[in-house]
């Protein structure tokens, strides 16, 4: 785990530990590195290199032995596809914002059922699923949630059930804590009120 992770999983079991003591709901969070793998990404970034490369070949005032334009052309190609299978940056920025967030919504759909968050006594899971590639958070409530706080109040408070992930640790925990403030005032904690799922955050590739 790196400092980063640490740091995120410390600070992200505590919050979750002090809103659990005042309400019956059960926090999840799973953090992803990304929920898509965006194969076609390197092609696209290494087509795009090679065809930069052929022009500025095409324009320069130098001649060139016959051999040598192929050979640069699939160089950039290659390191164009290179670069593309590894910097977040770049995978945003040939991807569409429609595809990023079918990704989310399905890897977070898995893993609702994955880490058992409808396996609590009285489905009072909540889900938040943070996916770090695509910068985007989901909330998954289960029905004991829903029934009693109206889907429409919860999305709401988070900004909807897909939004921005937030950019640092500690807006991620200030929207958990703006989270157990309503689940404290719709689903407070009884006087049975165990704890049923791990407080610390899941990590995922």
Known sequence: MTPEEQAFTTAVAAT??????????EIIVV???TSGGYPDVPLLA?????????IVLLFLPFDFAPWSVPAVVAGLGIAG???????????????????????????????FHRE???GTRNRTGVL??????????????DSGVTRAIAPGELYGVMGGEVTP?????EGFVAAVRTLGVLLAARLPATHDNPNELPDEPRFLP
């Open 128 to 141: 938040l699923y943070a996916s770090r590639l695509e910068r985007l958070l989901v909330i998954i409530p």
């Open 81 to 111: 596809g290179a670069a593309g299978g590894r910097f977040e940056e770049l995978t945003r920025r040939l991807t569409s914002v429609a595809r990023r967030r079918a990704q989310v919504t399905q890897a977070a759909a898995a893993a």
């Open 46 to 54: 290494g087509i795009g290199a090679g065809l930069v490369g052929l």
């Open 116 to 118: 058992a968050v409808a």
């Open 31 to 33: 953090h992803a590195g």
């Open 16 to 25: 979750v530990a002090e809103i659990e003591r005042a309400t019956d709901a």
């Open 165 to 169: 992930l937030p950019p640092s640790t």
